[in-house]
């Protein structure tokens, strides 16, 4: 049988089984049988020699005697709708035009997705990870699933990826906690909704590091916080400067985004004695820390405050893909009945599906040979992408990054002068290149200049090619 | 090699492959490495026997030369804390607790879920799925991916999934549309939450069916909109008394939550009309009328409007699994780029992960036999329920329902004198028996009484069980 007649063949059960019948209806179950097979043989387009179920299976589905399919069946043979073919069943008529209501439309084209384009930020690159072991954990994971996967989800996740989920930030972010302390979400946005919506509340103001993730802001107004934004000096955020009414902070220590400073351990340590003084929560936003090229990859800030007031921020979507949509929350022990509540009052986001397959792709390990495979791609690409502007190194600062997806790159004088930022991703994005600035990520005047250039998601090609393009228009500007 | 000993292989393979050495470094990488493994193997529990990967492999994996790691090992050697087996590698040494920090507190054990009990409601019999095909379909879309699955994800969704819903409705809900109106979400609160926040704003008023889903008031708060509810007359809500200066309604007319009402055909068509005159949305959520057992699925009401006005909410928790968090929005056209936006903002929920798979599970008709089967195995146990009631017709209306996933049943005069709803569910509860108050989804005064019976969920002996114990505990009271 062609793929063609077996997707009409499906179409077609799909349609007769979703028949219902009324045996206290107003007309015969026949009757209604008949009317029902009709309509769908005239409205459907995909339906041409397609197979009918022998009567006996039909008659099964719609709980029917098999006497009354035949005798519909029969009647649409005499009709010209369908015709039988000796010893193999009964079909569809091919040529049925002359039954049909008026065609309808003609399905649109399915639109194309626009690929991912130089210097784009924010994505791992995600044809390097491993689909064969992912596929397979998932298959397992579900053809004979663990009893507990056909519960209600539990809306504070799958135990077992809560528990791998601890062990990965001991390992790797010095960061030690009970799995009960942890939470999974569907992202970010979910988490930070979370915090603000059951922990912070409406009408609170909450600090934010200026410059900062821009959706920061949306959440926060969503959410129906202040926003109090602090400017960042070049040792990121000074505790010094958020007054003491705010009830939260967030904050990204491991590597400030976007400008990928690392927050010094005095600077550390002043912001939690702040949180202490003031009881303000700090929550630590850790999104891509694992990506760390050079040194030890630096301890959570969470790992340093023993959790007392600090809630920690992960999220896989860098790490392994963001199809997964799945993040989380590890938040300190006298503050889990009041984020349970919240969760379990707003229902479960995150799909189950892919954790217990995630929490195996940890607890094997294969996680961590990823992360570090993946480190070493974007370490070498990090390189790569500096070499490939040194012909531009009068007019940007290429300063190496320890650690993170992309580079933030200072305009130096020469160029500063001639153009904003801004200015030069909107000709960039003329040229196919998406180049960011730094100062879309400021609230505050003077807003910051820089440029932020994504090279983890684009192969050594792909970043010669653009860079020489980015630097040519550089040049021209 | 056992599972344990392959287990702490893992660990210790997860751990060394974390190690980061700095070339820049104040010590030599010989005695970073040494600390970072002897800091491994302290304080981690489960590395007993691990075998070290080979020092070729070690030296490829943190960059350094294959010397330095022997070095390294050897030290380690020398210390206790690896032994090696000639001809076979070298292992994490049995006996290192004289070596060991303090032991850390054993994880606690994994908490138990609660089994679902009789007669919760809200969940479908998920032990029926056929996880085989769902498993295979999983790690077939997953083993070699799509080229557009591995893209940043499209907040609106998987298209082949939003093309395979709105076939899905054309066949069974009589509601035609294009595949760009269907937009995934991950469940009725975040569809509910973007109507609410992308389209009707932040202090509007919205109407809802006094009872209603009580997550509906949660939501509307959480998003800032202000509540009018309207008490539903035995035909259902009735268009005449929602106030005209409302922004959007909430509607179940193909089978009222919780009473199982069916809105008749005169009171939808009131309802578009009053909706035309006010331009107020109609959001028609319908929850699961795929599950009617006599007569046809009844259209719904957005294909009556021709969706001018109407938004339907679907979802495929109670359909396929609520494992999934998937569910969906139908928009008309007028409002597409304002949904879109929102969208947009918020970013994608859902995961990618199952969207593939169900929309191939949809594709191939496997869903639609699902469906009925399920339609069967439902109508088989609801009739079952109310024949183990009968002992108690002279209590309970032991009306039957045409479909749904629980029986909502009025209390006869005899028990309602005695006793309220919220009482009887009460003293059920002791008892093991979840059974829901109608009068806990009512707002307003003189709250409708009733009693909420979820059957879907559990087999015949089970029901059976739990309906003795039930009929048991009303002729108590």
Redesign the interface.
């Known amino acids: 049988m062609s793929n063609i007649e077996n ?1 009409h ?3 077609l ?3 007769l ?4 019948l ?4 107003n007309t015969s179950l026949q009757a209604q049988l008949l009317e ?1 097979l009709r309509a769908i043989i005239v409205t459907s387009q995909n339906l041409t020699g397609a197979r009918l179920p022998a009567s006996r299976i039909l008659a099964a ?1 719609l ?1 029917i005697s098999r006497t009354t399919v035949q005798v519909v069946y029969d009647q649409m043979i005499s009709e010209g709708y369908l015709v039988t073919r000796r010893g193999s069943g009964t079909y569809v008529a091919h040529d049925i035009t002359h039954l049909r209501s008026p065609t ?1 439309q003609a ?2 084209a ?2 194309v ?4 384009q130089p210097f784009q930020t ?2 791992p690159d ?2 390097l990870l491993p ?2 072991t ?3 954990q ?8 663990e009893p ?7 809306p504070l996740g799958w ?2 990826l809560r ?1 791998a989920i601890a062990d990965h930030l001991a ?2 972010r010095n960061l ?1 906690c ?3 302390q942890v939470f999974i979400t ?2 970010a ?2 988490a930070l909704e979370g915090i603000f ?1 059951g922990l912070v509340g409406s009408g609170k103001t909450v600090a934010v590091e200026d410059p900062c993730w821009p ?1 920061t802001h ?1 959440i926060l107004r ?1 959410t ?1 916080c202040k926003i109090h934004a602090v400017r960042i000096d070049a040792e990121g955020l000074d505790a010094g400067k958020i007054p003491d009414d705010v009830s939260a902070v967030i904050v990204t220590p491991s590597r400030h985004y976007p400008t990928g400073l690392n927050l010094p351990l005095s600077r550390r340590t002043a912001l939690l004695d702040w949180a202490k003084r003031t009881g303000a929560l700090v929550i630590e936003d850790d999104y891509d820390s694992e990506f ?6 630096l301890p959570s800030l969470s790992g340093l405050d023993g959790r007392a007031n600090t809630i920690y921020l992960g999220s896989f979507s860098k790490l392994v893909s ?5 993040g989380y929350l590890v938040v300190p022990i006298h503050l889990l009945d009041q984020i349970r509540r919240h969760l379990g ?10 954790q217990p397959a995630l929490a195996t792709f940890m ?3 294969e ?3 990823h ?2 495979r993946m480190r ?1 791609t974007y370490a070498r690409r990090q390189s790569h992408l500096l070499d490939a502007l040194q012909p531009v190194s009068d007019l940007l600062d290429l300063q190496p990054d320890p650690s993170g997806m992309h580079l933030c790159l200072s305009l130096k004088p020469q160029l500063a002068r001639r153009v904003s930022d801004q200015e030069i991703c909107r000709r960039a994005k003329k040229i196919g290149l998406h180049v960011g600035a730094l100062s879309d990520h400021c609230v505050l005047p003077d807003k910051m200049q820089g440029l932020l250039l994504g090279y983890a998601a684009f192969d050594e090609q792909a970043l010669s090619e653009a860079a020489d393009r980015f630097a040519n228009l550089l040049r021209s500007v």
């Open positions: 997707k063949n499906a179409n059960n799909r349609d089984f979703a028949i219902s009324d045996p206290a209806g029902a589905e709980s309808p399905r649109p399915r639109p997705l626009k690929p991912w924010g994505l995600q044809s689909y064969q992912w596929a397979r998932l298959e397992r994971a579900w053809r004979t699933p507990d996967l056909l519960m209600r989800p539990d135990y077992p528990e390992a790797w030690h009970d799995p009960e569907s992202g946005w979910e919506c959706k949306d969503v129906g760390r090229y050079r040194g030890q990859p963001p199809a997964l949509r799945i009052r707003v229902g479960p986001r995150a799909s189950l599906i892919p607890q094997s390990g996680f961590a040979i992360l570090r070493r």
